[in-house]
């Protein structure tokens, strides 16, 4: 053949190429063009997670809105449908920016290999629960629950022993299909998790250990068992938050995925079911994901909760009502100073998540008043901060995350096992001359592992060691801390008269034992990744090596450090962050001795049997107010022998196009994204 | 010609094997794995992290990892996406692959067009204004710093002027009632661009069959009508205005793609045509008393035109590989992105299946442009 005839060969085949490439895709991705009325934002899986991963599935922070309601249609795709003019479009389209598709539209899914932050954003709290968090106070609440559950009793059926609780449902209540959300649909839900052994999130929300079972006693009557009895983190902040799924949409889809073979084939068949006319119940419905593009969720004019009005009181108590349907109040009397009253929407006709490459472009976009709202999970960073600050049109909002940034320790090498030196060690560093004056405010000193912003959980009396002293006073306290443990130099740190300043820097730092103190590394993040911890680390190393305790900050990739820390647990210290959930059960996965193994989360092997009790009595306890004592004593505990030695956190910054939008409030524990953008609050001026 | 394509052929087949064979083990170089992910969830019990690991493979040991993914790149089956769990994929790249092949491939074009026409002009006049200017800001575009050119670009014509999109592939507002997908658009603009390719090159052809007859400014006009049809047949489809929004969104990133890339292209034809306009033939094409236009195009550039074809073609094929910076700073998720986010979080099957698709076109283009060099130049023949 000719030169140019296998020319025209190559051509034709990639023009033959490009041809079949379009045609599949075409069949594949037809629009699903159906409603999904999102239910009441829940808080969600509950979840901490290991700060620095660009999706994680942590637990989402307590959605305002009180129950559930369904009543949703198909929507049957129009022939031809004009071209929509933007005028139209833009009427009470609650924009949102967010910087990463969805993964999924499956619920089972999303709770499962897709937990990704930004599926929880779009698909989080579209589901029925039973209980949900209040807004702001984060107050236990019933949501699809008529009132709180009956209290855990012991029954044996059939020779054995269960603790059993009773739920009572709100009645009325229907999923878009037409029938009613009822206690089978809770049944099914849960007996799917534990029988397809769903993997991700759903063990934590329906622990195999603890569900045996539930039973529908009535439709609107719910009894769970239990095979031992559970403490508030499984069932009160744990399955009490499970998101319920139609029974009648997905038996058949289950029954399907079952015949699949192996359980991971079976679960995979499941997730692999890409939901269309899913019935469901809630203020929006899921109506259109354009990949890549955005997501919309269209407004459930059917909202049971619509036009409810919560009211919560300085007293604490914490009142509910719609006209006509229901009253609730919880917490006390219902009276005296009002701190927060709202009416559940929606107010918007449409909510839509735009996805955008970067935060720049998410930024710009937001200037431009194209989104109204940018869900992030970091927040804004401080140049964009100050670069929004100005604008008009546009304000920006600051509220404490629900995070920690750490020291950690590695307690199966000398001397970091040794209590004096962590204490020390943690006298030495200065977090408020760093975060106020290196950091210039962008970060804000801790001293617990319960951040400040979780007022019903956090201790504000726990030892600061080192707080308020100033930098002579430090290393004064330090040396005499080591001293008195043991620990010698062959030079003695000294400090200059006005105890400014180190004038002679420590050497030959030896262990109680004789031994010289090994040379140790901190492992941080680079500065490319997250400047704060990295100075951290560099301002630590530098005050350590003055008192002469010979440590080098390693500064390197997040994946490394990971790799060394939890899977290798080859390391001597380490700086890295949690994202934390509200109930504090994080402090037994943290620090318990049963979790120091490879891969386990007390990666620094810490093991103190007084500290064990404590954790297995807070796994065990069922009563709030005891649990809360608990989680106090574990505070000021572990603020003194100091697994970690707590560093600091950041604010959450966001910002919103208040010319175009209002909230009824701002002030949230971990930022409005924290509850997905207050989609059914938001209104309009 | 044959005996050397089937030679070529087994070559790319080895090289292909050596691209699948390095990537599965820099990916695997990396620390931790995507399970690492859940590892860090302490609400993920360790039987959950387990059985994610093994629904992904990872609980396998690494010459078993190796050889199933051996296994699937040869028989055409990548697998299964983890970050995608549990989507194929192929499926994944299919939904990307028009998107950036779109955006690239007319960026690419506008960019060799704007490009050789400069360099053809700068060459023939040498010394003049037009030379500098272009030379000049050429060069400081061509080493300019993507993201924030591209950045800038967005502030100046879609910020501050507010003539044009923020970033992203579409409209939100326009398509949220919209009845088909954007891919389907996209595939459709692919479409009538192949459809359209082909003709052009079918009557380019058919026109050097008819001799004289095909001479002139007839195939053009041919071409032309063709063209001109084009936007008839969309007004048809009823997606017309979604396909105008698309190519809306797309004014900006190839404004940017063309003034950061146009230099090398311009460059690459000013040398070649100043090394051809020294040549004996258009010596004598000046002698013949051509006009200056006719020796300009039809002599001096046409010959000139190899390496820059060859250029053109490697920009062609490398364009389904996107760019990471563009498509992040334009919110245009295609396979750079796409690419990127797999390597990041260790999407092992996503990389394996990226690196596939881009090692194959790039092989193939290797091939094409062998091939073109016979077509464009006799004197080359392959034994």
Redesign the interface.
């Known amino acids: ?1 000719r ?2 005839g ?3 060969v ?3 085949t ?2 033959l190429f ?2 079949l ?6 069949v ?4 699903v ?1 159906e409603v999904e009325v999102v239910v009441t934002a829940t808080p969600g ?6 700060t620095g ?7 989402q922070a307590p959605d305002p809105t009180p129950g559930q309601q369904a009543a949703s249609t198909t929507q049957p ?5 004009a ?2 003019t ?1 005028t139209d ?2 009427e009470n ?1 609650y ?1 949102l920016g967010i910087s ?2 969805l ?2 539209t499956n619920y089972w ?1 999303y709770l499962g ?2 937990g990704t932050i930004w599926n929880l954003y779009v698909l989080g709290g579209g589901k029925p629960v039973l209980y949900t968090y209040s807004a702001q106070r984060f107050d236990w609440v019933p949501s699809l629950a008529a009132d709180f559950p009956t209290a855990l009793a012991e029954e044996t059926v059939g020779g054995q022993t269960f603790w059993t609780t009773e739920v009572p449902l709100k009645q009325g209540v229907k999923w878009s299909d037409g029938n009613d959300v009822t206690a089978e649909d809770f049944a099914f839900t849960a007996h799917t998790a534990a029988e397809l ?1 769903l ?6 929300i329906v ?1 195999p250990e603890f569900f045996d079972h539930a039973e529908a006693l009535d439709p609107y009557r719910l009894k769970i068992f239990f095979k031992q009895k559970p403490g508030l983190a499984r069932w009160q902040f744990g399955q009490a938050f499970m998101p319920i799924l139609s029974k009648a949409y997905w038996e058949p889809v289950v029954a399907e995925a079952k015949q699949a073979g192996e359980i ?1 084939e079976q ?2 068949a499941l ?2 079911h890409v939901p269309e006319n899913e019935p469901t119940a809630g203020g929006f419905g899921f109506s ?1 994901w ?5 997501a ?1 969720k269209e407004r459930n004019p059917d909202y049971y909760f619509a036009d409810s009005t919560v009211t919560q009181y300085a007293s604490g108590a914490y009142a509910e009502s719609k006209p006509g349907a229901y009253e609730f109040a919880a917490y006390g009397a219902p009276g005296g100073d009002k701190t927060l009253e709202y009416t559940t929407g929606p107010y918007a006709d ?1 909510a ?1 998540y ?5 935060q ?2 998410t930024v ?2 937001l ?2 008043g ?1 989104i109204d709202f940018m869900l992030n999970p970091l927040g804004l960073s401080r140049g964009l901060q100050e670069q929004l600050e100005g604008e008009d049109g546009l304000t920006v909002i600051e509220n404490p995350s629900t995070g920690v940034r750490y020291l950690g320790f590695n307690f199966r090498r000398e001397p970091m096992d040794n209590k004096a030196f962590r204490q020390a060690v943690a006298t030495l560093i200065d977090k408020e001359f760093l975060t106020s004056t290196v950091l210039q405010g962008v970060a804000i000193p801790m001293y617990t592992m319960v951040p400040e912003g979780n007022v019903a959980w956090y201790n504000a009396d726990v030892p600061l060691i080192g707080q308020g002293l100033s930098r002579g006073e430090r290393i004064a306290q330090a040396v005499q801390m080591l001293k008195d443990a043991g620990f010698t130099w062959e030079t003695e740190p000294r400090i200059s008269e006005d105890g400014r300043f180190v004038e002679q820097p420590g050497e030959g730092l030896k262990m109680p034992n004789g031994e010289p103190v090994p040379e140790m590394d901190i492992l941080a993040p680079s500065p490319g990744y997250d400047p704060l911890r990295s100075t951290f680390a560099i301002w630590i190393e530098r005050w350590l090596n003055e008192v002469g305790i010979p440590v080098r900050a390693d500064l390197t ?1 997040f ?2 450090i ?3 820390v ?2 290798q647990q080859d390391f001597d210290m380490w700086i890295l962050g949690w994202r934390l ?1 509200l109930y504090p059960d ?1 402090l037994e ?2 620090f318990h001795s049963r ?1 120091a193994g490879l ?3 007390n990666a620094g092997g810490y093991n103190n049997p007084e500290f064990d009790r404590l954790a297995d009595q807070l796994l065990a306890e069922t009563d709030v107010e005891t649990a809360r004592q608990q989680v106090f004593e574990m505070q000021a505990f572990l603020a003194d022998d100091l697994p970690y030695v707590v560093l600091f956190d950041t604010p959450l910054v966001e910002a919103y196009r208040s010319d175009r939008i209002t909230y009824p409030y701002t002030d949230s524990l971990g930022g409005l994204q924290n509850a997905s953008g207050l989609t059914t609050l938001v209104q309009f001026k | ?2 005996s050397y ?1 089937a030679r070529r052929a087994g070559q790319m087949v080895l090289t292909l094997f050596l691209i699948v064979t390095l990537t599965f083990f820099l990916v695997q170089a ?3 794995d995507y399970a ?14 387990e ?2 690991k ?2 992904f493979g990872l609980d396998k040991p690494l010459w078993q990892q190796y050889l199933v993914h051996m296994k699937n790149t040869f028989t055409g089956n990548f697998g ?1 996406s ?6 194929p994929v192929m ?1 994944v790249l ?6 950036t ?1 779109v955006l690239f491939l007319s960026a690419t074009a506008v960019s060799f067009y704007v490009g050789f026409f400069l360099g053809k002009a700068i060459a023939w006049r040498r010394g003049g204004v037009l030379e500098y200017a272009a030379t000049i800001s050429g060069a400081t575009l061509f080493t300019a710093f993507t993201p924030a050119f591209a ?1 800038m670009m ?2 100046i014509f ?2 501050k002027l ?1 003539w044009l ?20 658009v ?3 603009m ?2 009538t ?3 359209f ?2 003709f052009a ?2 009557t380019l ?1 058919a026109a050097r069959k008819l001799g004289r007859l095909g001479t002139g400014r007839m195939p053009f006009l041919v071409i032309a009508g063709g063209a001109a049809v084009i936007p008839i047949v969309w007004a048809f489809t ?1 997606v017309g ?1 979604l396909a105008l929004d698309i190519l809306r969104h797309m004014i900006l990133p190839i404004a940017t793609l063309t003034l950061i890339s146009f230099a090398g292209t311009m460059l690459l034809t000013r040398n070649s045509m100043l090394e051809t306009m020294r040549e004996d033939y258009v010596m004598a094409a000046r002698a013949k008393g051509l006009p200056e236009k006719v020796v300009r195009d039809r002599h001096a550039a046409r010959n000139a035109l190899l390496p820059v074809i060859t250029s053109l073609v490697y920009s062609l094929i490398f364009a389904i590989d996107g760019s990471v910076i563009i ?7 295609g396979t750079g ?1 796409t690419l990127l ?1 797999a390597v ?2 260790e999407d092992l099957p996503l990389v394996m299946g990226s690196m596939v698709f881009i090692g194959l076109f790039s092989l193939l283009a290797h ?2 442009v062998d ?2 060099y ?2 464009l130049d006799p004197r080359i023949r392959y034994q």
């Open positions: 053949m030169p140019a296998w020319l025209a190559c051509i034709l990639l023009c490009a041809l490439g379009c045609t599949p895709e075409v594949r991705e037809e629009v063009r899986p509950g979840g901490s997670a290991q991963q660009t999706s994680a599935p942590v637990g795709a129009a022939a031809t449908p071209p929509p933007t479009a833009t389209v924009q990463a598709d993964t999924t899914a290999p897709d052994e993997s991700g999130n759903w063990p934590s622990d991971i679960q995979k997730y692999a259109k354009e990949r890549g593009a955005f919309e449409s839509i735009s996805i955008y490459g970067s720049d472009a710009l976009a200037k431009k194209d990739g994946n490394l990971v790799e060394k939890f899977d959930t994080y996965a943290f979790h891969e386990g989360h | 010609m044959t394509l990396q620390p931790g690492t992910f859940y590892s860090l969830n302490p609400d993920i019990p360790a039987e959950a992290r059985q994610i093994a629904s299964v983890f970050g995608h769990y549990p989507r499926e299919a939904e990307r692959l028009p998107r092949v950045l967005i502030w879609a910020f507010g999109p923020v970033g992203k592939f579409l409209d939100p507002l326009i398509w949220r009632g919209a009845e088909v997908s954007a891919n389907h996209f595939s459709y692919l479409a661009a192949a459809v390719i082909a090159f079918l052809l009823g205005y498509e992040g700073v334009f919110s245009w998720p992105m986010e990041r979080s091939v094409i091939v073109l016979v077509y």
